[in-house]
C-alpha cells in the first residue's frame, strides 16, 4: 500500500518520456471520448461501444501477429465493426442481436489469432487491459491525426445528428438522413475507440466511452453542457488513471475505470439530491373548479 502512494516515485516517474508521451495520449483519447460520449448514451449505444471494443481487439491481435503497429489493426478492425453495426442493425429491433452476434466473433476471431502469436504475453495482455509503455512517437502521431478527423467530421454533423438523436421520427419528416448519419457516426465510434485499445484495453474502453457520458447527463439535460462535463470527467479518470498507476506500476485502466466509476457514482448522488429538493419545495397546486362548480 505504501508504493499505492508514493509521491516522490510518483514525480521521477512523470519526467519519463513515456509518460508524459501516455499523457498526452490520454489527453486526446480523453477529449475525443468526452465529445463522443453523450452522443453515444442519447442515441443508446454503449452496448455497440463494446461490441465495435472487441472487433478492435480482434484487428489489434491481427496486427501483433503481423509484426505491424498494433494501433493499425486496432483502427481498422473497430472501424469494419462500425460499419457491419450500421447496416446491419439499422432496424432498432435487430440491433442489439447484430451486437451480440459481432461482439462474440469478434471476440472469438481475437483469441484465436493471439493463439497464434509466438512473442510475450505481455504485449497479449496488454491489447485487452491497456499498456501504457507501449506508446510511441509513431501512435502519437496516428492517434491525433485521427482524433482531428474524428472532431472535424463530427463538428459537420453534430447539429443534424443531434436532431435525429433526441427525436428520430420527427427528423426523418424533416429530410435528416438519419441511417447516413446513423453510419457515419459509428464509424466515428469505432475510430475513437480503437484509440483506447493501447491505453485501457479493448475489454475497459467503455469506461471511457460511456461512463463519464452517463455521469453528465445525470447532472444536466443541456447537450453543450453535458459535452464540457464528459470532457471533464474523462480526461480526469484518463490523465488521474495514468498517475496513480505509476507508483504501483499496475495496469491504468485498473484506476481508470474506478475513477470513471467513482464519478458516476457522484453524479447519481447529486441528480437524487436535487430529485428530493425539486420535490420537498415544489407548491402544492389548487385544483382548479370546473365549469359547472363542483
Known sequence: MGQLFDFGLTVQLLSEPFVRTALLAAAVLGLVAGVLGPLVVTRRMSFAVHGTAELAFTGAAGALLLGIGVEYGALAGSVLAALLLGLLGGRESDRDSVIGVILSFGLGLGVL???????????????????IVSIGSTNIIVLVLAAIVVLLVLAVIYRPLLFASVDSQVAA???????????????????????????VGSLLVVSLMVTPAAAAVRVTANPWRATLLAVLFAELAALGGIILSLAPGVPVSAFVTAISFLIYLVCRVIAYRRSRATRVTAPDVAPVPSATGR
Open 173 to 199: 419528416a424533416r429530410g435528416v438522413p438519419g441511417r447516413l448519419l446513423s453510419v457515419v457516426f459509428a464509424v466515428l465510434v469505432g475510430i475513437a475507440t480503437a484509440l483506447g485499445v493501447q491505453i
Open 113 to 131: 489469432l493471439l493463439s497464434f502469436y509466438p512473442g510475450r504475453t505481455s504485449n497479449k495482455f496488454g491489447i485487452l487491459i491497456g499498456q
